[in-house]
């Protein structure tokens, strides 16, 4: 018999997206699917969308995130994993578009020792007009490869065997940005060659839209700053771990900017989160790096400027692995 899937979809306020994205999933060539969308809380006419869709197929299932789990599509993704039946799992975003065949392609490739299985997709704008193809070629390491962006993976890319999940720690709830990354990240890190399987073909669409853009053009946010510096200071230590040089240098020079840019606009909270997290990850490498970090790091705090002058000294600096 074929293996039931869990489709789970965080909404909020896509009254007037969601319904193509919900055909899409009743298009679907396989059919043992069931269809989790967790509202986040919206205030448009999502649920009277949703409800007609229930009414015609019984594999839509509709919730509402609990009071008590915090806000956002992180908290919604996870609810929605709690109350998943199927044994694989395909989170999936509200404006985005299934092809007939992302299911049962996706299934296809799934042997016994396979944790997940990738696929490319095709970005297209509000209206569905392709923009181009986001293909998915490995050529060195999946964690690396996707921790430097050269690989364009978003939730609906990956389905996932539920068992390879741990329950307890999905997406993290209170992070504002770089959730999806840090997920990734933090899967991908821990899997060999032979555990996932990629599927270099279009299977879905996904959607940019005005909304997304906005997002982008947002100069300096608190909370994302936070939130990023975390993702980074995570990928830093697994940098580290693998001891691969130019992970390192990338994730180092990130932290190197957010720290002078966080003294820049007065966000001292998130440059004393640098000063306490960098320095002892650098000391492994070279002490006097990080030495030299900690201590003009604690001045410049002190004196609520930044100067460019070490900010190039330091993003030049030329780490050297151990041996």
Same mark, same amino acid.
């Given at each position: 018999?074929?293996?039931?899937?869990?489709?789970?979809?965080?909404?909020?306020?896509?009254?007037?997206?969601?319904?193509?994205?919900?055909?899409?999933?009743?298009?679907?060539?396989?059919?043992?699917?069931?269809?989790?969308?967790?509202?986040?809380?919206?205030?448009?006419?999502?649920?009277?969308?949703?409800?007609?869709?229930?009414?015609?197929?019984?594999?839509?299932?509709?919730?509402?995130?609990?009071?008590?789990?915090?806000?956002?599509?992180?908290?919604?993704?996870?609810?929605?994993?709690?109350?998943?039946?199927?044994?694989?799992?395909?989170?999936?975003?509200?404006?985005?578009?299934?092809?007939?065949?992302?299911?049962?392609?996706?299934?296809?490739?799934?042997?016994?020792? +396979?944790? *997940?299985?990738?696929?490319?997709?095709?970005? #297209?704008? @509000? $209206?569905?007009?392709? =923009?181009?193809? /986001?293909?998915?070629?490995?050529?060195?390491?999946?964690?690396?490869?996707?921790?430097?962006?050269?690989?364009?993976?978003?939730?609906?890319?990956?389905?996932?065997?539920?068992?390879?999940?741990?329950?307890?720690?999905?997406?993290?709830?209170?992070?504002?940005?770089?959730?999806? +990354?840090? *997920?990734?990240?933090?899967?991908?890190?821990? #899997?060999? @060659? $032979?555990?996932?399987? =990629?599927?270099? /073909?279009?299977?879905?669409?996904?959607?940019?839209?005005?909304?997304?853009?906005?997002?982008?053009?947002?100069?300096?946010?608190?909370?994302?700053?936070?939130?990023?510096?975390?993702?980074?200071?995570?990928?830093?230590?697994?940098?580290?771990?693998?001891?691969?040089?130019?992970?390192?240098?990338?994730?180092?020079?990130?932290?190197?900017?957010?720290?002078?840019?966080?003294?820049?606009?007065?966000?001292?909270?998130?440059?004393?989160?640098?000063?306490?997290?960098?320095?002892?990850?650098?000391?492994?490498?070279?002490?006097?790096?990080?030495?030299?970090?900690?201590?003009?790091?604690?001045?410049?705090?002190?004196?609520?400027?930044?100067?460019?002058?070490?900010?190039?000294?330091?993003?030049?600096?030329?780490?050297?692995?151990?041996?």
């Amino acid at each position: 018999m074929n293996p039931l899937v869990s489709i789970i979809i965080p909404t909020f306020n896509r009254a007037h997206l969601i319904s193509e994205t919900l055909n899409s999933i009743l298009e679907q060539s396989y059919t043992n699917w069931e269809c989790i969308i967790v509202d986040d809380g919206s205030t448009d006419n999502t649920n009277d969308v949703v409800n007609d869709y229930i009414l015609k197929d019984s594999r839509f299932k509709y919730y509402y995130r609990p009071d008590d789990r915090p806000k956002g599509a992180n908290a919604c993704r996870n609810y929605g994993f709690k109350l998943s039946n199927g044994q694989y799992i395909n989170w999936f975003d509200d404006d985005d578009i299934m092809l007939k065949d992302f299911i049962k392609t996706k299934i296809n490739h799934f042997d016994e020792y +396979t944790k *997940f299985v990738i696929a490319s997709c095709t970005m #297209v704008n @509000e $209206k569905l007009k392709e =923009i181009e193809i /986001i293909k998915i070629k490995i050529t060195t390491n999946l964690f690396k490869e996707y921790v430097l962006w050269y690989l364009k993976i978003v939730t609906g890319n990956v389905m996932f065997r539920k068992s390879f999940l741990n329950q307890e720690q999905l997406f993290l709830s209170r992070l504002t940005r770089g959730q999806e +990354t840090e *997920f990734f990240s933090r899967y991908f890190f821990k #899997v060999i @060659e $032979k555990d996932y399987k =990629i599927i270099d /073909i279009p299977l879905f669409l996904y959607r940019q839209h005005d909304q997304t853009k906005t997002i982008k053009n947002i100069k300096y946010v608190r909370s994302f700053k936070e939130s990023q510096v975390y993702v980074f200071t995570i990928k830093l230590k697994r940098s580290i771990h693998i001891n691969d040089l130019s992970l390192i240098l990338h994730h180092y020079k990130l932290l190197v900017n957010y720290f002078f840019r966080s003294i820049e606009n007065k966000h001292f909270y998130n440059s004393k989160i640098i000063l306490k997290t960098i320095p002892p990850l650098l000391y492994k490498l070279d002490k006097s790096l990080a030495i030299k970090f900690y201590i003009l790091g604690n001045f410049f705090v002190i004196i609520k400027r930044g100067s460019y002058r070490f900010e190039s000294y330091f993003k030049k600096y030329q780490l050297k692995l151990k041996n």
